[in-house]
């Protein structure tokens, strides 16, 4: 690979500071930085970041400290502006903050303060919380008023493109990260030649159309002024992005650096150690600085020797646990692949592209399936790093430390589901904590459906720790010292500034499951304004199912509820009423949403435990189903409810079915009854395989649709029955196939159709028995006395 940097003499240096231009989180830099400050034992260390951060660098020689770990710092005033700067085990800034603090002397931190690049950062939202520049080696510092995406320049890609590489990281590789571990490698010439092409690139490109940096540049050359006439320009060292290197070594006055600074707004900042991710590091993230793939970087890092044998060894480990069958032999021949195919591109030595191919090939049998497990769990990653309990932290973030360990609820990058029984006191609380937090908007758990039992004393969680939480909690921490009384602070707050009705019911939905009883008085005081004033049946309908939800969880919680109840019983009362004027005149999206709220309530009105509210929903139900001027999708589910309640007999449901469908009514609304009624989530296509005589009132209307109106109502009927399973289709097409029934039964029942008996053999029934009863855990040969002693 000659020619791909400047080549200098071995040990040739320029006399000055000692600057170490870097690509950040790039354990080749990380190792020459290393070798560099071994070889040159400078007095100081001076390092791109935060210097509001000075003071916290001792802790990064705490023992429980552990990489990844980020500086965060946030507006005091608005904690949501805030910023990162991410360091890896395998990033030069931290080998260099770990140099200097074992070897004893000072490490400042020399980028533009966070109260200048925060205060600049109003009306950014979430996503511009990671630090890192565009487009370039991957600088950490702020973004300002750069020229766009498309005019910055990235260096590394130039570099790549000029030595004749199509990728950057792969240039980057064969230059840097797989030739820095000899025993001939001379750190200082690769910093030196590394500082000549972004000269060059300087040179062409100024600033590259990063403009900011010429502020941040501008402040750096005025610290590094200081640390020189303090400790001798001589014995400091400087550890930047290579980029900023000949701005750093560039020769301007003091006045002129200090005009560049002159006017730039400020805010109050707090600034902490947080733990971070590889995830979080890597490029597909959105961070600006980050990398392709942090755990292959952090490996190569770690390995003494042999790194592809030791990668490879480890994928294959990771696919074992998966149940993918790879031997030794798969390992060693994964590795000779490895190396034949970097000998044939020309490169030193395999890297992450050559070991992707040759897992692909040997261990994956050709397909990317399990190769996918490989990228997200070794090439990425989920290590989540830790930072000490001395760290400086909000109290609220305290607070949920705390909890998180008196509960024994482990952030983790990883996602996993929990499963909760309410009933234990434990998960009582666990499931308390994570209300409360998703309350404040810190969204660290989201509930997610359970494979288990669907009743109230049963949650299921699925949790994902991300570093942006800790933004989060420090918002939060206006409301509170503690997670419980900022989160009661947050829901008075939000009651009384809620203005939808439905807002205010999920308030309290959310007050009751998080065990919030000193917010309910505020919030039921809300709940019952709203309720007053509000008409619009719509609104009715969407809160009642929020209000009864939050009876049944007060039940689980022991919780009174009796207002709540009372502002229920009154919101049903006024749905009853209103509901059919309002189901009259209606156009297909107003029906369609109408359709959604009758479903709603209809799902929660037994949870009332008002028999007289049951009885009164009924009659609503019939007048929605017998009036003509009411939407086909409203009729249609008025009808189904009253058959799935069994206050509709089957014939009746058959007739209105069959007066919607007669030719009298217009294809579209025939369609949209067909869909109301077996359309959806509601099990209609079971209900049309068992009752044929609906299926073939379905199959006659729609062969005598007009061919000018099928294909108006064609994607009616598509929406409708696309909802079923493909088994219930199937079934439904060969009910179709087979023609009409005989007598009211099926065919198959009068033994007319292959494999049907005419009745039950209940001797072959019999026979199973003694299996079905060790299946179901009642007992062997003997147990009970024939099928019935199943149950046994």
């Not at 039940?555 to 019983?569: K, N, Y």
């Amino acid at each position: 690979m000659e020619g791909l940097l400047p080549r200098l003499p071995r040990g040739e240096r320029v006399s000055g500071p000692l600057l170490l231009g870097v690509r950040h989180h790039g354990p080749g830099s990380a190792r020459a930085v290393l070798a560099a400050l071994d070889g040159a034992r400078p007095d100081a260390v001076l390092i791109e970041g935060p210097p509001e951060a000075d003071a916290l660098l001792p802790l990064a020689a705490d023992e429980g400290m552990r990489p990844p770990v980020a500086l965060l710092a946030h507006a005091v005033d608005d904690p949501g502006r805030a910023a990162f700067w991410p360091l890896a085990e395998f990033s030069p800034e931290w080998v260099a903050i770990r140099w200097a603090l074992a070897a004893g002397v000072p490490v400042r931190f020399i980028d533009l303060p966070a109260t200048h690049s925060l205060a600049e950062r109003v009306g950014e939202g979430p996503k511009d919380l990671e630090e890192g520049g565009e487009g370039e080696e991957g600088k950490q510092g702020e973004e300002g008023e750069d020229g766009p995406p498309s005019a910055r320049v990235d260096p590394i890609a130039v570099l790549a493109g000029t030595a004749g590489y199509d990728d950057p990281e792969r240039w980057w590789e064969d230059v840097v990260e797989h030739r820095g571990g000899g025993g001939d490698f001379d750190a200082g010439a690769a910093f030196a030649a590394l500082a000549e092409a972004m000269g060059a690139l300087r040179e062409e490109y100024g600033a590259g159309g990063h403009a900011r940096d010429l502020v941040r540049e501008a402040y750096m050359r005025l610290q590094l002024r200081a640390a020189a006439k303090e400790f001798g320009a001589d014995r400091v060292a400087v550890v930047c992005g290579a980029w900023h290197v000949p701005a750093l070594a560039a020769k301007t006055t003091v006045t002129a650096d200090r005009a560049l600074l002159k006017g730039l707004p400020k805010v109050k900042t707090d600034v902490t150690w947080v733990p971070w991710t590889h995830r979080r590091l890597a490029r597909h993230s959105g961070y600006g600085a980050g990398i392709e793939a942090p755990g292959w970087y952090a490996h190569l890092f770690a390995a003494p020797d042999r790194p592809v044998e030791r990668w490879l060894t480890k994928v294959a480990g990771l696919l074992r646990d998966e149940g993918v069958p790879v031997s030794s032999a798969h390992v060693i021949e994964a590795v000779r692949l490895a190396d034949t195919l970097a000998a044939m591109r020309g490169r030193p030595l395999a890297g992450l592209t050559e070991t992707i191919d040759a897992v692909r090939a040997v261990m994956c049998e050709g397909s990317d399936v399990p190769l996918g497990l490989v990228r997200d769990r070794l090439i990425v990653g989920d290590l989540l790093g830790e930072v000490p309990d001395s760290a400086p932290a909000v109290p609220l973030q305290r607070d949920l430390v705390r909890a998180q360990r008196s509960l024994r609820l482990k952030p983790e990058a990883l996602e996993r589901e929990l499963e909760l029984d309410l009933r234990k006191e434990t998960d009582a609380a666990r499931s308390r904590l994570l209300h409360r937090l998703r309350l404040l908007s810190v969204d660290w758990g989201e509930p997610a459906a359970g494979r288990g039992s669907t009743g109230t004393f049963r949650e299921t969680w699925r949790l994902r720790w991300e570093p942006e939480l800790y933004v989060r909690v420090a918002e939060a921490g206006v409301w509170g010292t503690t997670v419980e009384s900022a989160a009661v602070a947050k829901a008075e707050s939000d009651a009384v500034a809620a203005t939808a009705l439905a807002d205010v019911t999920g308030l309290a939905e959310q007050c009751l499951l998080g065990g919030l009883t000193d917010a309910l008085p505020v919030v039921m005081r809300a709940l019952a304004d709203r309720a007053a004033l509000d008409t619009d049946v719509g609104h009715l309908a969407q809160a009642l199912p929020a209000l009864a939800r939050s009876l049944r969880y007060g039940d689980v919680r022991a919780t009174d509820t009796a207002a709540l109840a009372e502002v229920a019983a009154g919101l049903a009362e006024r749905i009853c009423v209103g509901l059919p004027p309002a189901c009259t005149g209606l156009d297909g999206d107003a029906a369609d949403e109408m359709r959604h709220h009758v479903d709603g309530v209809q799902g929660v009105l037994g949870l009332l435990e008002s028999p007289d509210l049951v009885d009164r929903w009924s009659g609503v139900l019939r007048k929605l189903a017998l009036r003509d001027s009411v939407p086909g999708v409203i009729r249609g589910r008025a009808t189904r409810l009253l058959l799935d309640d069994g206050r509709l007999a089957a014939d009746e449901s058959g007739r209105l079915m069959g007066l919607a469908l007669s030719p009298a009514s217009a294809p579209a609304d025939a369609a949209a009854w067909i869909e109301g009624f077996v359309g959806g989530a509601s099990g209609g296509g079971m209900l049309l395989v068992h009752d044929e005589r609906l299926l073939g009132l379905v199959d006659a209307w729609l062969t005598g649709v007009p061919a000018e109106a099928f294909t108006d109502v064609l994607p009616l009927l598509r929406r409708t029955f696309s909802a079923y399973e493909p088994g219930v289709r199937r079934t439904l097409g060969e009910l179709v196939r087979r023609g009409p029934t005989a007598g009211g039964r099926p065919v198959h029942a009068e033994a007319g159709t292959p494999g049907f008996g005419p009745g039950l053999d209940e001797e072959r029934a019999d026979a199973v028995a003694p299996l079905v009863r060790l299946l179901l855990g009642g007992g062997g040969e003997g147990a009970g006395d024939g099928p019935v002693g199943v149950a046994s």
